[in-house]
């Protein structure tokens, strides 16, 4: 058996932080995910640098903020040539596999191009190649990863090697993954329904059945292991079986964070999309949703997740059993979060609030890591790269060819912090500051968020408006001080801050080859 850790990845997709009991929901029950937070730390105040899937997802993956890796929005596959962590791990000699979503690369065609033309290597996560036939599974390796098992889309439009699987082994159930086949939403809440297809055929069961299959094969390995472990839900739609379905009580659920007349203080867009159900990025045109309908769509999302938390019980008991915890770090991260009616919005776009961009950031390794601690100090999507091949004892992948020797004082090659010292209990945080960054391209818009230990500010690039919200004083988000006299001297020093802090995590890759 390897000294080096293995790795546990469990990640979810559009998963708030304050969807799970551990971050202090008295609702929804996870107990399991709960069991990781108690056996490490949990960081209170872990942000994404970018409130979508395939920009957050590929930060994780290459430890580049979207504007140094390329995928600015959902939409733009990553690039290949790009150096990630799973290779750097693969590189050290670690066995590295995935099993779920993954999202590095379009679901859907590239527009304007013909699907028989499609590169299958550039765009294999396409859902119109895999309903071809073109691809049959994912190139391996896969930006790194050596072996994957991939299920791309949600609820009833899942695909990949789960949908094959069902169709070979369960051809009967396939039906089942549809609205039509499931119980109707009672409120008529769009894109909510119960789906028909039993627990035990679902694409969370079979994510969960095909990672502990994994670790039974790598139980008595002299390698080291990293396994991505991805969960599609709890994405919209807004489906779970039964029994998660009917887990939660809608009349239980408290309504969000909102108050009367706050559109009129937000930036003109806010207004536009609740008004119109405009479809952004990653958004499917939702607006205007009634209270009832809310809150039939977050008890159901807490079904989900409820789901979720079965399967991750499942894996961690199995990796105990095989007596491969104690050297093992686990990990459970989210890619992005979710309005769920916050601010009279749900899904996700252009929105730098809470409750889509802080999400859950919890680590775990038994002997070296603190119990049951929660953090804090800021994190973000950015520290994931370098925190995780610090831990493991992997340098930082810059490239093919060595440094060159008479320019020694290299910038840091990864933008982010490696949270090493924070989880060791050594110090209260590595970093002051964070930041997030989007470019909405239904819209026209760059935002640039600034998340201070008190304030957050998200600047428009060329345009007179702005946020700026006490997280101190309002939590919730309900008051923006950007136009408040009062506020003026803070918010010029948070965009002298956010300047510096945009300088600093630009990307300083590929390093200088000779003098000239």
């Known amino acids: ?3 080096r850790p293995n790795v546990l990845c469990f990640v979810t997709d559009q998963h708030r932080a304050d969807h799970l009991s551990c971050y202090g929901n008295t609702i929804l029950r996870t107990p399991n995910i709960d069991r990781i937070a108690q056996s490490g730390v949990r960081f209170e105040r872990a942000y994404v640098n970018n409130p979508l899937c395939m920009p957050g997802r590929s930060t994780w993956f290459t430890g580049l903020t979207p504007r140094g890796h390329g995928v600015r929005t959902n939409g733009i596959p990553l690039r290949q040539d ?8 693969t590189e050290a000699g670690y066995r590295t596999h995935s099993v779920g979503k993954l999202h590095l690369s379009n679901f859907n065609s590239p527009n304007g191009i013909d699907p028989k033309t499609i590169d299958p290597q550039r765009f294999a ?3 119109p190649l895999w309903e071809s036939g073109r691809v049959q599974g994912l190139p391996q390796p896969y930006y790194g990863i050596q072996t994957v098992e991939f299920v791309g889309g949600h609820g009833s439009g899942v695909f990949g090697d789960y949908l094959n699987w069902l169709r070979r082994e369960h051809p009967d159930a396939v039906r089942l993954l549809s609205p039509e086949a499931g119980m109707p939403s009672p409120t008529g809440a769009e894109q909510s329904w119960t789906m028909a297809l039993p627990q035990e055929l679902h694409f969370n069961r079979w994510v969960a059945d095909r990672s502990i299959a994994f670790l039974e094969r790598q139980a008595d390995a002299q390698e080291p292991f990293f396994l991505w472990c991805s969960f599609p839900d709890p994405h919209h739609p807004f489906c779970p079986p039964e029994p998660w379905a009917s887990m939660y009580d809608p009349a239980s659920i408290p309504l969000p964070a909102r108050r009367a007349g706050e559109l009129d203080d937000l930036a003109p867009f806010y207004r536009e999309i609740y008004e119109s159900a405009m479809q952004l990025s990653g958004r499917r045109e939702p607006t205007r949703v009634g209270d009832e309908q809310i809150r039939e769509i977050i008890a159901r999302t807490y079904g989900m997740i409820s789901f979720i938390d079965q399967e991750v019980g499942r894996v961690l008991d199995r990796l105990e ?3 491969l915890r104690e050297n093992t770090i686990v990990i459970f991260m989210a890619d992005h979060g979710d309005m769920m009616g916050d601010h009279w919005l749900i899904n996700k776009g252009p929105f730098h609030f809470e409750g889509l961009l802080r999400v859950p950031f919890i680590w ?5 890591f603190p119990q049951g601690v929660a953090t804090s100090g800021l994190a973000s999507l950015l520290d994931f790269a370098p925190t995780l091949l610090d831990l493991c004892g992997v340098p930082i992948p810059e490239g093919e060819l060595p440094a060159f020797p008479e320019a020694p004082l290299h910038l840091p090659p990864w933008p982010g912090a490696s949270l090493a ?3 060791r209990g050594e110090c209260q945080s590595v970093q002051d500051s964070v930041i997030v960054e989007n470019d909405e391209d239904y819209l026209g818009l760059r935002l640039r968020t600034l ?4 304030y957050k500010l998200t600047v428009y690039a060329g345009r007179p408006y702005g946020e ?6 309002d939590p919730d988000e309900l008051h923006n001080l950007w136009g408040d006299p009062a506020h003026a001297s803070v918010r010029a020093e948070l965009q002298a801050r956010l300047l510096e802090r945009l300088i600093m995590t630009d990307s300083v890759l590929p390093r200088r080859l000779a003098h000239a």
């Not at 998340?451 to 008190?454: A, G, P, S, V, Y």
């Open 468 to 473: 700026l919200f006490d997280l101190q004083e």
């Open 421 to 423: 010292p924070q989880l």
């Open 125 to 127: 996560e396409s859902r």
């Open 321 to 323: 059993s095989l007596g």
């Open 1 to 3: 058996m390897s000294h």
């Open 364 to 368: 775990s390794w038994p002997g070296h």
């Open 451 to 454: 998340i201070t230990q008190r």
């Open 82 to 89: 790009l150096p990630t962590v799973p290779g750097a791990l």
